[in-house]
């Protein structure tokens, strides 16, 4: 039977980002897939991780920045990302700040997530 999912949970996170999950371990019980639908304000970034899923990040307004080992791949509205579990990266945004969604394999969690400390 088809579940409604009436709200999303909104994940607390530092730095003025939102991060509303509709789908996902916080919001759903489910730890298959976690859908958020996320909102950064001009210049938010985060520090690097190393996540424990795959991430598929589709922009829907502005431009998400992934910095990772061989450089920065600029991911304009309108186009997606995919990074791989494993591949150390680290997100931001420009000056007009971003929206997007983030669809996680298996579903995020803070501790999958494995960022490293703000001086690292």
Same mark, same amino acid.
């Given at each position: 039977?088809?579940?409604?999912?009436?709200?999303?949970?909104?994940?607390?996170?530092?730095?003025?980002?939102?991060?509303?999950?509709? =789908?996902?371990? @916080?919001?759903?019980?489910?730890? *298959?897939?976690?859908?958020?639908?996320?909102?950064? #304000? /001009? +210049?938010?970034?985060?520090?690097?991780?190393?996540?424990?899923?795959?991430?598929?990040? =589709?922009?829907? @307004?502005?431009?998400?920045?992934? *910095?990772?080992?061989?450089?920065?791949?600029?991911? #304009? /509205? +309108?186009?997606?990302?995919?990074?791989?579990?494993?591949?150390?990266?680290?997100?931001? =945004?420009?000056?007009?700040?971003?929206?997007?969604?983030?669809?996680?394999?298996?579903?995020?969690?803070?501790?999958?997530?494995?960022?490293?400390?703000?001086?690292?």
């Amino acid at each position: 039977m088809p579940t409604l999912v009436p709200a999303p949970a909104r994940i607390p996170v530092p730095g003025g980002k939102q991060i509303d999950e509709y =789908v996902g371990r @916080a919001s759903t019980g489910t730890a *298959e897939v976690s859908v958020a639908h996320m909102k950064a #304000p /001009a +210049g938010w970034s985060e520090p690097a991780q190393t996540p424990e899923f795959d991430e598929v990040t =589709v922009v829907l @307004a502005g431009e998400v920045r992934v *910095e990772h080992a061989d450089g920065v791949l600029h991911v #304009p /509205a +309108g186009q997606a990302v995919l990074t791989r579990a494993g591949e150390r990266i680290r997100y931001l =945004v420009g000056d007009e700040g971003a929206e997007y969604v983030a669809v996680c394999l298996p579903a995020f969690g803070p501790d999958l997530v494995n960022r490293e400390d703000e001086d690292a």
